[in-house]
T-cell receptor, first 112, second 117 residues
Framework: DQQVKQNSPSLSVQEGRISILNCDYT??????FLWYKKYPAEGPTFLIS?????DKNEDGRFTVFLNKSAKHLSLHIVPSQPGDSAVYFC???????????FGTGTRLKVLA | ETGVTQTPRHLVMGMTNKKSLKCEQH?????MYWYKQSAKKPLELMFV???????ENNSVPSRFSPECPNSSHLFLHLHTLQPEDSALYLC????????????????FGSGTQLSVL
């Protein structure tokens, strides 16, 4: 049973527009969430994180929103750039554990 | 460059071969991880080492054998693998040792793409 789900395997967005990537989780013990970006032939690189005590965290063009009641988080990229084209993974963990549970990823393509 | 280096980048092996994957981190981190990424599946945690001690073996078959000789190096020894073991194997590290801190970021290497024939 997948505890972290990214239901959209792919997403295409026009350059300059907003990209919204979604992630759902089932385990109410999760209280820390991360987004990673992965280019082909490279390992995932950390993008942004959020703790469950917040509902929003912003870093430049990237904003992560957390809706604890819905067990849902989303990553907004504004404005989207062609260099943002990559696979995006969300991950979740619970305090006191070192296990990061990853989703299957969403492939974002930003069209010039 | 994330500070985590994995070799080799690609590996093709037969089912009777023995090979090893190597990971080295230059970040001074205390915890190291092996993850497996199969096609269209989430990253699966295989092993975790904290201060060179294995703290997690996530029901991984014994044909995968990890080794952590020091906090900077991590190996994954492979023997008698199956074709379904073909995947991308990712090494990662995090700063604090397990139990000291939570909410750690993982730093990943570029991975070893393994094909078992």
């Amino acid at each position: 049973d997948q505890q972290v789900k990214q239901n959209s395997p792919s997403l295409s967005v026009q350059e300059g527009r907003i990209s919204i990537l979604n992630c759902d989780y089932t385990n109410s013990m999760f209280d820390y969430f991360l987004w990673y970006k992965k280019y082909p032939a490279e390992g995932p690189t950390f993008l942004i994180s959020i703790s469950s005590i917040k509902d929003k965290n912003e870093d430049g063009r990237f904003t992560v929103f957390l809706n604890k009641s819905a067990k849902h988080l989303s990553l907004h990229i504004v404005p989207s750039q062609p260099g943002d084209s990559a696979v995006y993974f969300c991950a979740a963990s619970a305090t006191g554990t070192y296990k990061y549970i990853f989703g299957t990823g969403t492939r974002l393509k930003v069209l010039a | 460059e994330t500070g985590v280096t994995q070799t080799p980048r690609h590996l093709v092996m037969g089912m009777t071969n023995k090979k090893s994957l190597k990971c080295e981190q230059h970040l001074g981190h205390n915890a190291m991880y092996w993850y497996k990424q199969s096609a269209k599946k989430p990253l699966e945690l295989m092993f975790v080492y904290s201060l060179e001690e294995r703290v997690e073996n996530n029901s991984v078959p014994s044909r995968f054998s990890p080794e952590c000789p020091n906090s900077s190096h991590l190996f994954l020894h492979l023997h008698t693998l199956q074709p379904e073991d073909s995947a991308l194997y990712l090494c990662a590290s995090s700063q604090e040792s397990i139990g000291v801190s939570t909410n750690e970021k993982l730093f990943f290497g570029s991975g070893t793409q393994l094909s078992v024939l």
